[in-house]
C-alpha cells in the first residue's frame, strides 16, 4: 500500500528507477530504456545525470543551496539572464525569475500583464484570451486561459474574465481551398472579433503556445500567424504572451521557437528546459517598460508579486550550465540535423502507409500522426511493443506519437529508435482491424 496521492490513484505502480544517465533509465528489475520522451514531460532536455550540470551543482551545494532573491545578489542570476537575453526577440531585456515550474512563471507573466496595465491607468483591462485544447499550467490563472475537458470541474471556481479562440492547427482546421495564408489571417481575425465582442479597453492579454503542445501533436503555426496576430495586438494594446515552456529554449533548434516566425512578443514564458530536469527552476522573458510603470509617477513602486524559491539558487547553478550547452552553435545544429533527419524517415519510410497521415514539428520536438481505428489503442499499443520489445519509451496518445528525446540522442541512437519503431508501427497495422 502507497501512502502517496497520485494523479492517477488506479494505475499499477511504475518501475522503479535505479539509474538514469544520458538518454537511458535503468530500472531495478536489470532493464535499460531508451527515453525519446525527454522524462516524460520533455524537461530533460540534456538527459539525465550531465556530468558538467551535475558538477556545476556540487559545487554550488558546497556554497549554498538558496539565497533570497528579493534580498541578496547573485552574479550567477546575473550572468543567466544574460545569457537568456543574448537570443532573445529584439528589444526584450528583462527576466523574471519566476520560481519553480512553468504554471509559476505562466502565472507570473499574467500578473506582471495586469500589473503593466494596472500601473499605466488602464484598470479595465482584466480579461485574458486563450485557444482551444490548450494548457497553460496548473494554477488557477493558468486554468482561465486553458481548455481541457479534466479543468470542467474547475469552472464555477474561475474568474469570468477570461475568453478562448479556436485552436490554430492547419493539419486540422484549415478550409477546403483554404491557403495557409489566408487560414493564419484568419486565425488573426479570429481574435479581433473577440477581443472586439469583449471590448479591446478590456482586453489585457493573450497567451498561446508559439508551437502547440503534446496535447494536439507539435503543431507549429502556419506561415505569418504570429505577425499577424501581432498586428492585431499592437492595435488594441493587448499583450502578446507566449508559453514556451514545453517548446522553448533549444527544442525547435533555436533558443526561441517565436524566433522561427521573426516575432517579438510581450513575455515569454520559459520552465522545462531551463533546467532541463536536473533542478526547479522558471523565468519570464520581457522587457523594461514594466520598471518605466511601475516606477513611474502612477506606478506601484515594485512587483506585487513573489515566491519564495524565486531565482532559486542551486537551480540557477543548474541552468547555468545547460544553458551554455543549449546555446552553443554546435548544439543547435546537431538540434536542427536530427530532427530532420528523424522526421525524414518517418516520411520515407511510413509516408505511404494507409495508416499515416503526417509528421510535423520543428528540431527534437515533433509527431508522427496515424488515423486508424481505435487510434488511441493503437499507439497505446505501438508504446507496450517498443517497450518490451526494443526497451524503448515513446509517449503516444490519441492520434500521434510525440517525440521528444534529450538534445544528446546520437544519430545512432536515434536511427536504433526508429528502426523498431517503423517495423513495430507496420507489424501492428497489418492484423489491426479495418472496419
Known sequence: MSHILKKFPKDPPGPVVTKAEGVYLHTDDGRKLLDTTGGWTSCAALGYSHPVVLEAMREQMSKFTHVDYNIFTNPMLEELAELLLSQAPKGMNRVYFAGNGGSEAMEGALKLSYQLHYDAGKRDKQWYIGRDQSFYGSTMHCAVVSELPVLKMYEPLLPIQRALVPQHNPYLNMLPGESLDDYARRGAKDLEDKILEIGAHRVAGFVGETQL??????VPAAPGYWKYIREVCDRHDVHLILDEIYCGLGRSGKIYNISNDDVTPDFIVIGKNLGAGHAPISAVITDNRLESVVLGPHGSGRLNQGHTHQGYSLGAAAALAVQKIVHSPEMLAHINSLGAHMRGRLESE???????????GRGLLFSIEYDCKDKNVFGLTLAKNLNEKH?????SKWHRVSFTPAYILSREQADFVLDGFVAEFKAIAETWPRD
Open 350 to 360: 511510413l509516408g505511404n502507409h494507409p495508416f499515416f497521415r503526417n509528421v510535423r
Open 213 to 218: 503542445g503534446s496535447l494536439v501533436g507539435d
Open 391 to 395: 526497451c524503448v519509451l515513446i509517449n
